[in-house]
């Protein structure tokens, strides 16, 4: 079993910061994949980023330059967090940190809010 706990999120200004945290602790020892998702309202949800195992990071276009994955893991957990830089309105979303194994875990999600 793999429990996934979120945190951070929350309301935030257009060219503001936000950090958003997921630490995933059980079952962690075939864990290949982190990442985050997000999902607006009336649109389908989209992988925003992702570090696997190796350490290689993926992002998705629209946040390429503003989104930043971190990771550190030891024996019994894995800790990652997504930093949201020059925040915009079209980010707002609900937040899903997702990891990888056998198959797909999920955190409980975040809400992330962006405005003036």
């Known amino acids: 079993q793999v429990q996934l706990v979120e945190s951070g999120g929350g309301l935030g200004h257009p060219g503001g910061s936000l950090r958003l945290s997921c630490v995933v602790s059980?079952?962690?020892?075939?864990?290949?994949?982190t990442g985050w998702y997000r999902q607006a309202p009336g649109k389908e949800r989209e992988e925003v980023a992702s570090i696997v195992q190796n350490g290689r990071t993926n992002y998705a276009d629209s946040v390429k330059g503003r989104f930043t994955i971190s990771r550190t893991r030891d024996n019994t957990k894995i800790a990652y967090d997504l930093q949201i830089d020059n925040l915009r309105p079209d980010d707002t979303a609900e937040y899903l940190c997702n990891v990888r194994s056998t198959r797909h875990h999920w955190g409980q999600g975040t809400q992330v809010t962006v405005s003036s």
């Open positions: 059980g079952d962690i020892l075939n864990v290949y994949y």
